[in-house]
């Protein structure tokens, strides 16, 4: 019964290809994002959709889509992969936009582009 | 726009002292502030957040921390730690009107026996 579940949890794969990464909550929340941790544990808010709209969109290249098919899920395709693009990658929630709605993430997806 | 620092990368402790881990902030416009807490392999968990009030708020497993809004400070604090508590420590700010966290770059504590 984990509240946001995203995967896979590992993924490896080569420069060039696309892949994608998916989340779900079972917080019943309207509010998710994507947020990428780098090497250094720095983490950066990437995208964030309430109620299935993109209301965030921190200057992410266009090779990473976020898709919102409900507003349980919230999933990123990257295309193109880059070695750059190797980061652990977490997915989030919260009630709603309000700033004193607290964050649930995932796990997180460990990224590796070789 | 808002930032974060986090001065200390790395603080080692022994178990069963205290711990402060410090944070700083800047911002043109008021803010929430979070800590977080990132066991290994896993996602984020919020530990305590302030919004207004009392400048001491506390959070869960013991921590504590307390806001200074002349400082720009929200340091955690805890009497007293377990080994349990290694573990990445994230301070978090949000603009009031809309979330939309920063985070700083993390602190490492180490408890050691």
């Known amino acids: 019964d984990t509240a946001v579940s995203q995967t896979p949890k590992y993924l490896v794969t080569q420069m060039g290809n696309d892949k994608s990464i998916k989340c779900e909550q079972n917080?019943?929340?309207?509010?998710m994002y994507w947020y990428k941790q780098d090497s250094k544990k720095f983490l950066k808010i990437m995208f964030s959709?309430?109620?299935?709209?993109?209301?965030i969109n921190e200057t992410v290249p266009n090779r990473f889509s976020p898709k919102s098919p409900d507003k349980a899920h919230l999933n990123l395709h990257i295309n193109s992969l880059e070695l750059g693009d190797s980061a652990v990658y977490f997915c989030a929630s919260s009630q709603d936009v309000g700033a004193n709605s607290p964050l649930h993430f995932g796990n997180g997806t460990r990224l590796t582009v070789t | 726009a808002q930032s974060v620092t986090q001065l200390d990368s790395q603080v080692p402790v022994f178990e069963e002292a205290p711990v402060e881990l410090r944070c700083n902030y800047s911002?043109?416009?008021?803010?929430?502030l979070f800590w977080y807490v990132q066991y290994p392999n896993q996602g984020l968990q919020l530990l305590l957040k302030?919004?207004?009030?009392?400048?001491l708020v506390k959070g869960i497993n013991g921590f504590e921390a307390e806001f200074n809004k002349s400082q720009t400070s929200f340091h955690l604090r805890k009497p007293s730690v377990h080994i349990s508590d290694t573990a990445e420590y994230f301070c978090a700010v949000s603009p009031t009107g809309f979330q939309k966290l920063v985070f700083g770059t993390g602190t490492r504590l180490l408890v050691s026996p």
């Open positions: 959709y309430n109620n299935k709209e993109l209301i």
């Open positions: 911002s043109s416009v008021s803010v929430y």
């Open positions: 917080l019943g929340h309207d509010t």
């Open positions: 302030y919004l207004s009030g009392s400048t």
